[in-house]
């Protein structure tokens, strides 16, 4: 059984960093690109942050030069740092692997609730 957690979240003053992990069990995530999404209350889910099997990352303009998604697939784990943080950044953080390779398969995580607040 495949299970992504995430953990990492928590209060922070605005400034502030956070790491978020995303560990996989079940699998191995070197065979999955992984996204990073979040979702505020009444807001739609919206990704952050990708990253794929080669190590490709993408971000959305809002978090872009203050948060850096990265891989160790040794681990299992896929980290969103995340740095100078907002108010406007309060959300649960989701964890999402899509398999890149044979069958379509994807998993999400329960997420981590991060709340930026002074």
């Known amino acids: 059984q495949v299970e992504l957690v995430e953990s990492g979240g928590g209060v922070v003053q605005p400034g502030g960093s956070l790491l978020l992990s995303c560990v996989a069990s079940?699998?191995?995530?070197?065979?999955?690109?992984v996204r990073w999404y979040r979702q505020a209350p009444g807001n739609t889910r919206e990704v952050v942050a990708s990253?794929?099997?080669?190590?490709?990352?993408d971000y959305a303009d809002s978090v872009r030069g203050r948060f850096t998604i990265t891989r160790n697939d040794m681990t299992n784990t896929v980290y969103l740092q995340m740095i100078n943080l907002k108010p406007e950044d309060t959300a649960t953080y989701y964890c999402?692997?899509?398999?890149?390779?044979?069958?379509?398969?994807?998993?999400w995580g329960k997420g981590t609730l991060v709340t930026v607040a002074s």
């Open positions: 079940g699998t191995s995530l070197r065979y999955y690109a």
């Open positions: 990253i794929t099997n080669g190590h490709s990352t």
């Open positions: 999402y692997a899509l398999r890149t390779t044979g069958h379509l398969e994807y998993f």
